[in-house]
T-cell receptor, first 116, second 113 residues
Framework: AQSVTQLDSHVSVSEGTPVLLRCNYS??????LFWYVQHPNKGLQLLLK??????LVKGINGFEAEFKKSETSFHLTKPSAHMSDAAEYFC??????????????FGTGTLLAVQP | EAGVTQSPTHLIKTRGQQATLRCSPI?????VYWYQQALGLGLQFLLW???????NRGNFPPRFSGRQFPNYSSELNVNALELEDSALYLC????????????FGQGTRLTVV
């Protein structure tokens, strides 16, 4: 069975400093992995996705994530935080196939705060 | 044009009542997925409808049910509401290669008092 673990429920950084949001996954299959962002009172937006192509994935707003199979990790990073990055971030795994088990499994989320 | 439209945006019910939430996917999408986002619990998979049939459900009691109509819109019904049912309910469609990318609606905020 697939699962994801987001290692930090809250992360606080200063504007202009790097962001690291950690995610570990467990999957019986070759997984598809995603990061979604949810701004206050907004819906979920896809940041980036990994689907067995390049292991370093670039997303929107300067975010990127690296798939490391040996570490079963898919950490989200950004070189320099901006105030508008303050939001909740979800790491998500999917088995990537249609059929009865086709559903997304969400981590519990990491709330990112950006201090001026 | 929004990919997924949900209504209402907010819903307040009292304990024991029934709530009905609606989701309309953009034309061409036959599957809809329902998720519950409760405070402190993250997003939990609720139900998956495809071509009018329930294909899979998450670990929720039977009082959570739904249906999908011929136009592929969907309803989520929650009977005998409990206080802990208060949550944001999100509907999603899958897009992209191998249908692995989810596009979410804005959600319905259900408050049970």
């Amino acid at each position: 069975a697939q699962s994801v673990t987001q290692l930090d429920s809250h992360v606080s950084v200063s504007e202009g400093t790097p962001v690291l949001l950690r995610c570990n996954y467990s999957s019986s299959y070759s997984p598809s992995l995603f990061w979604y962002v949810q701004h206050p009172n907004k819906g979920l937006q896809l940041l980036l996705k990994y689907t067995s192509a390049a292991t370093l994935v670039k997303g929107i707003n300067g975010f990127e994530a690296e798939f490391k199979k040996s570490e079963t990790s898919f950490h989200l990073t950004k070189p320099s935080a901006h105030m508008s990055d303050a939001a909740e971030y979800f790491c998500v795994v999917s088995d990537g196939y249609g059929g009865a088990t086709n559903k997304l499994i969400f981590g519990t989320g990491t709330l990112l705060a950006v201090q001026p | 044009e929004a990919g997924v439209t949900q209504s209402p945006t907010h819903l307040i019910k009292t304990r024991g009542q029934q709530a009905t939430l609606r989701c309309s996917p953009i034309s061409g999408h036959t599957s809809v997925y329902w998720y519950q986002q409760a405070l402190g619990l993250g997003l939990q998979f609720l139900l998956w409808y495809d071509e009018g049939e329930e294909r899979n459900r998450g670990n929720f009691p039977p009082r959570f049910s739904g249906r999908q109509f011929p136009n592929y819109s969907s309803e989520l019904n929650v009977n005998a509401l409990e206080l802990e049912d208060s949550a944001l309910y999100l509907c999603a469609i899958l897009t992209g290669i191998m249908n692995t990318e989810a596009f979410f609606g804005q959600g319905t905020r259900l408050t049970v008092v």
